[in-house]
């Protein structure tokens, strides 16, 4: 069972495990993972377990959030990763999130991320939270404008890397 950290009408978010390493395994080889977020050269179980130890679990364990398993509460069946994510390279924390494609198009995505935004400010007492997208990742950039992102500025996270969208997220309350 995943320690749960968020619950929406229709998700349960919560903490990766060692036994998600199949799940993890498909998930960062999907294509549109490979096209829009990068290639983690993850290829085995071995390689998806290592991805959760140094990846989500120690975000986790450093900052106190990060990127959670998505699944659906009716089934348990788990469907992407969505969470918060602090680089070196950005200033602020950023909300990530990927999930497969058969689960695109009934608004999972947007549930997840609406409720980590809620997490961040209520958690973690952010009142600034960025987004980062490719400039072609039309799905991304449309359901950050659904949950109240705006676009600020184009961004690289390397020298030599290629320029994202960032997007920001800022409360008045
Ligand atoms: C980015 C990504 C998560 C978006 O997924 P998505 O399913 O398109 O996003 P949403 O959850 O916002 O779904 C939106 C659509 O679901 C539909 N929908 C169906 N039932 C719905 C419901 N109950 N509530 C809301 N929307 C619903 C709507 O038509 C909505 O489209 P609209 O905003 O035009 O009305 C997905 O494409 C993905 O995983 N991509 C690969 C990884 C990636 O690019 N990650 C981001 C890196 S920056």
New binding site residues.
């Given amino acids: 069972m995943n320690p749960r950290v968020l619950e929406t009408a229709r998700l349960a978010l919560g903490h990766l495990e060692p036994s998600d390493a199949e799940f993890i395994l498909r998930l960062v080889n999907?294509p549109?993972?490979l096209q829009?977020?990068g290639d983690k050269g993850v290829r085995s179980l071995d390689d998806a377990r290592a991805y959760i130890a140094n990846g989500p679990a120690a975000m986790i364990a450093r900052h106190g959030f990060g990127l959670y398993l998505t699944s659906t509460k009716a089934d348990g069946v788990p469907i992407?990763l969505c969470g918060l994510i602090k680089r070196d390279a950005l200033d602020d924390v950023d909300i990530?999130?990927?999930?497969v494609p058969e689960?695109?198009?009934?608004?999972?995505?947007?549930?997840a991320a609406a409720a980590t935004l809620e997490h961040a400010q209520r958690d973690f007492g952010l009142r600034r939270v960025v987004?980062?997208?490719s400039q072609d990742?039309a799905?991304?950039k449309?359901?950050l404008e659904?949950i109240g992102f705006r676009f600020e500025r184009m961004v690289k996270l390397a020298p030599e890397a290629s320029e994202l969208c960032l997007f920001a997220w800022e409360t008045r309350a």
């Fill in positions: 999907e549109s993972w829009f977020i992407g990530g999130f990927a999930f689960s695109w198009g009934k608004g999972y995505a947007r549930e987004a980062i997208t990742n799905r991304s449309h359901l659904s």
